[in-house]
DNA sequence: CCTTGCCCTAAAGTATGGTTTAGGGTTTAT
DNA sequence: ATAAACCCTAAACCATACTTTAGGGCAAGG
């Protein structure tokens, strides 16, 4: 009925040494032993490493994880604390995707000028304009493969 | 007329040592010196060091930042190379960026249960099936605050 | 009984991306 | 000519998140 530490590995992808990793940094204290001292995982705390899962996706530090994990473990009367925690994680998780949002906007502008059929020339000139900027400074130019 | 590492740190938010870091890992090649040794920033320094941060704002690693430096100092021949190291790469990041946004959604799931007027209950009920799941597989029950 | 395949811990090692420290020149204003 | 405010390198140190290694126990089949 419980699952042993392989099992939940191939579940949810994360290597073996990952999940004894995280049981050690105080991730998992809800997972139970059974009579051999194994990991018994039930599909409640399959529920919670899923949580955990997406926390670590999103960027949270394992610190903070374990902060999360320390409420739920506190009891239902944690309801407001867990909610602030992952509330100001949402705003943090949000302003980093738009900001990733911002750079890949310029990549893609990189892209497109690559990508338009007078390339060479555009790419030729970029050249030529950071040459005469080290000239113009009176600096050695390194551009000149 | 050319810009001191400081300057330079200022005008981009990175650390003084960052810069340094960087251009020890090979990622700044372009960068004179002045003749005390100092490092002289041009605005077309400038410019490739934006493209730099963008790429590190989208995940990029190092070693790869440095792959497309390479390419950059190597002249306007290597403008397909680039353009294939940009659009592998901003796959990488739409990827990653959907990833986030489908752990994103299901936190958001978890603050829209604690945000409604009966979390109390929620919580609780989540709380006692966690429960129920230890004690149905004859394992001890950690969530007993 | 013994091999095979699991499981365990503790501790060391790895990868990445920096920051800090120690020691030492340069430039500028007083 | 000296102090303050810059700049430099090399190397050590740090944080984060794992992975690997070493040594060993448990359980089932032949």
């Known amino acids: 009925m419980a699952y042993s530490i392989q099992t939940v590995a191939k579940k949810t992808g994360l290597a073996i040494s990952?999940?004894?990793f995280y049981d050690k940094a105080g991730l998992l204290p809800f997972v139970a032993r059974d009579s051999s001292g194994y990991r018994a995982f039930t599909d409640g705390d399959l529920a919670l490493l899923h949580t955990i899962v997406c926390l670590k996706n999103t960027g949270m530090k394992i610190a903070d994880?374990?902060?999360y994990?320390?409420?739920v473990m506190?009891?239902?009367?944690?309801a407001k604390d867990r909610q602030a925690l992952l509330a100001a994680h949402?705003?943090?998780?949000?302003?980093?995707?738009?900001?990733?949002?911002r750079s890949l906007a310029e990549i893609d502008y990189k892209l497109q000028m690559?990508?338009?059929?007078?390339?060479?020339?555009?790419?030729?000139?970029?050249?030529?304009l950071a040459s005469a900027d080290k000239e113009k400074n009176g600096l050695p130019n390194p551009f000149t493969a």
Do not use: F, H, N
């Open 18 to 20: 990952t999940l004894r």
């Open 65 to 67: 994880i374990r902060r």
């Open 69 to 71: 994990i320390e409420l």
């Open 74 to 78: 506190a009891g239902p009367t944690t």
């Open 90 to 101: 949402r705003e943090v998780v949000v302003a980093k995707q738009q900001e990733i949002a």
């Open 114 to 128: 690559y990508a338009s059929p007078d390339a060479e020339a555009k790419v030729a000139q970029e050249w030529a």
